[in-house]
């Protein structure tokens, strides 16, 4: 199975700065289909989690454009231009390009406020 | 809007069953494939299988190879996830999840305690 690795895992950030999480596969998450399917995921405390990111870097709908993502083959990257307190909590990385292989989680990153 | 809702929380005994419900509304049930992730307490996802009901087809981790079953009901736009010889370290949260974009939809979570 392919193995997701995430860093930092935990990241302290001052409201209204930036934040940036990365997540690295053990293979590359190039499809056969040309598409790569790196998600990215964000649970607040006591919640379930919910799509942000999908494709690499299509923002799911309604997640604010604060939140960005980008990268290729085995290296990705989570951004969030300017942290909010409603961005508390954990986010984790996701590939599903082994369809119907199992999908596979990072370790998760928590954002906490300074 | 799709909407995943689960049954309620159970509590159960070492070495017994647990049948957990994932009810779709709002959008083609039978399409995608619904997944099924655990997350202990305090820690991370964890995939255990999955359904794609139009087909009736559904694979598992290896970790959980013999002792989960998921089935789907589309008469009903039902999946289910059920765990045997359960132990202490099943205890957890179970969320069923579409695969649509990623994992584009979530149910709310099903705490499974289990305790002597």
């Known amino acids: 199975d392919i193995v997701m690795t995430q860093t930092p895992l935990s990241s302290p950030v001052t409201l209204g700065q930036p934040a940036s999480i990365s997540c690295r596969s053990s293979q590359s998450l190039v499809h056969s289909d040309g598409n790569t399917y790196l998600s990215w995921l964000q649970q607040r405390p006591g919640q379930p989690p919910r799509l942000l990111i999908y494709k690499i870097s299509n923002r799911f709908s309604g997640v604010p454009d604060r939140f960005s993502g980008s990268g290729a083959g085995t290296d990705f990257t989570l951004k969030i231009s300017r942290v909010e307190a409603e961005d508390v909590g954990v986010y984790y990385c996701m590939q599903a390009t082994q369809f119907p292989r199992p999908l596979t989680f990072g370790g998760g990153t928590k954002v906490e406020i300074k | 809007q799709v909407q995943l809702v689960q049954s309620g929380a159970e509590v159960k005994k070492p070495g017994s069953s647990v049948k957990v419900s994932c009810k779709a509304s709002?959008?083609?049930?039978?399409?995608?494939?619904i997944s099924w992730v655990r997350q202990a307490p305090g820690q991370g996802l964890e995939w255990m299988g999955r359904?794609?009901?139009?087909?009736?087809?559904?694979n598992y981790a290896q970790k959980f190879q013999g002792r989960v079953t998921i089935t789907a009901d589309k008469s009903t736009s039902t999946a289910y996830m059920e765990l045997s010889s359960l132990r202490s370290e099943d205890t957890a949260v179970y969320y069923c999840a579409r695969e649509g974009e990623g994992c584009d939809y979530w149910g709310q979570g099903t705490l499974v305690t289990v305790s002597s």
């Open positions: 359904i794609i009901p139009i087909l009736g087809i559904a």
């Open positions: 709002g959008g083609t049930f039978s399409s995608y494939a």
